[in-house]
């Protein structure tokens, strides 16, 4: 019999799955937004917040993830507007593979939680 899950794993599935979903789902919607002002100022708040998250004490990896995020699609911005449209199939993989790995989290979340009851 496999040993239960404790507060603190669950937790951290949790938050790791509903980030990568939601993740992924912002990174589906900002690739529509390629090449327009609001993917600027969507870049410009990912990474306003992924720094301040850097400086919470529990939250460093998800600051990383969502920093790099905002530096990842103002490179996508910057390499479409040099270079056309060679790029902008790169986000909507990123986003589907954050969907992906979000909802394999809440998968384990909540067979997990199925386990405790």
Known sequence: M???????EMTKKLINGAGGVGGGLALLLIS?????????IAAG????????MLFSKNQKKAGTVLLGAGVV??????IT???GATVPWLIPIAGVGLIVLGGISLFRFFRDLKKRR
């Open 2 to 8: 496999q040993e239960l899950a404790t507060r603190q």
């Open 32 to 40: 529509r937004l390629v090449g327009s002002p609001v993917m600027w």
């Open 45 to 52: 708040v990912c990474a306003a917040v992924g720094i301040g």
């Open 73 to 78: 699609v103002a490179g996508a911005g910057i």
């Open 81 to 83: 507007a040099a270079l």
